[in-house]
């Protein structure tokens, strides 16, 4: 019995230990606590002064307005008309 | 898919603050935070250059390295972005960035940081997207308008460049060729890591040794 008990007793110790030498993961970059976000291209409620020329929900259309918007907006090198 | 990128021009900045009264206005930033700052090196001088500085939303960003909540994500897009219902406003991030752009409203008893505030490429942030919400925290989301940053837009010189980085990086290697001169694009290195801008590879070979080391 003062066997069975010493046993149970030395087990809890290694399971307490074993536990104590356990630790949360530390590595940096870990994922991320924030909330999900939605995708730009999915657009805005705000749709009045969402930028007419792309078809909102459509990844491809979206990079291609900014594309285009980034041409015409800022390089002065190369004129291109706005669509 | 577009990877977003920032360029300031520093032949063609002129320290307006365009960009930095663009952005105030257009998100509305509270009194004492400045999302975009234009930086003059040898203010006053012969030559004298000034760039436009903000998050520059790095490739292997450090504030997302540090930050102990883990506030930070990266959209699709490459935009660096951060939950602002889950900062603490600790500063880690500050201290981190190697271009101060994390930014802290100093309302509050006793000089209390309270939520950080940068930068977010005019992307909002992780609230529905152009929702009342989304403005209050985190300003305007242009780019779910299919727009461009204010800050970028409203530049007079077109010195600084937004947008997918292989456009702007066209755009200023164009320009680059047409004047003959002025290829250093600074920040461009340290923030995305780019041999071409003078940034040296991290890699075990190229760290020197140690002094006083055996090897």
Request: proline share 5%; charged share 20%.
């Amino acid at each position: 019995m003062i066997a069975r008990l010493c046993m149970g007793f030395v087990a809890l110790v290694v399971a307490l230990g074993l536990t104590g030498c356990g630790e949360r993961p530390q590595s940096l970059g870990g994922p991320s606590a924030a909330k999900r976000d939605a995708a730009p291209h999915t657009g805005g409620s705000a749709s009045a002064f969402t930028q007419s020329g792309w078809k909102v929900g459509d990844a491809n259309s979206w990079a291609q307005q900014l594309k285009a918007r980034a041409q015409y907006g800022q390089n002065d090198h190369q004129r291109v008309v706005k669509p | 898919m577009a990877r977003m990128k920032f360029i300031c021009d520093a032949e063609r900045c002129i320290e307006c603050n365009g960009c930095v009264t663009a952005c105030k206005n257009e998100h509305e930033v509270p009194w004492g935070v400045n999302r975009r700052r234009v930086v003059t090196l040898n203010d006053g001088l012969p030559g004298e250059k000034s760039i436009s500085v903000a998050c520059m939303h790095c490739s292997d960003a450090p504030c997302m390295a540090v930050c102990p909540v883990n506030c930070f994500y990266r959209t699709d897009e490459g935009v660096v972005l951060h939950d602002k219902d889950v900062c603490i406003g600790c500063g880690y991030c500050s201290y981190a960035c190697p271009f101060g752009a994390p930014q802290f409203p100093g309302q509050g008893a006793f000089g209390v940081r309270g939520k950080m505030d940068k930068c977010t490429f005019c992307a909002g942030g992780p609230e529905a997207n152009g929702s009342e919400a989304e403005f209050e925290k985190y300003g305007r989301n242009r780019l779910a308008e299919g727009k461009l940053p204010a800050c970028a837009e409203m530049c007079s010189t077109k010195a600084l460049l937004a947008g997918d980085g292989d456009v702007v990086a066209d755009i200023l290697r164009n320009r680059v060729v047409q004047r003959g001169k002025g290829a250093e694009v600074w920040g461009w290195g340290t923030a995305y890591g780019s041999r071409q801008a003078g940034q040296p590879v991290a890699t075990p070979a190229a760290v020197p040794a140690k002094e006083g080391s055996t090897s």
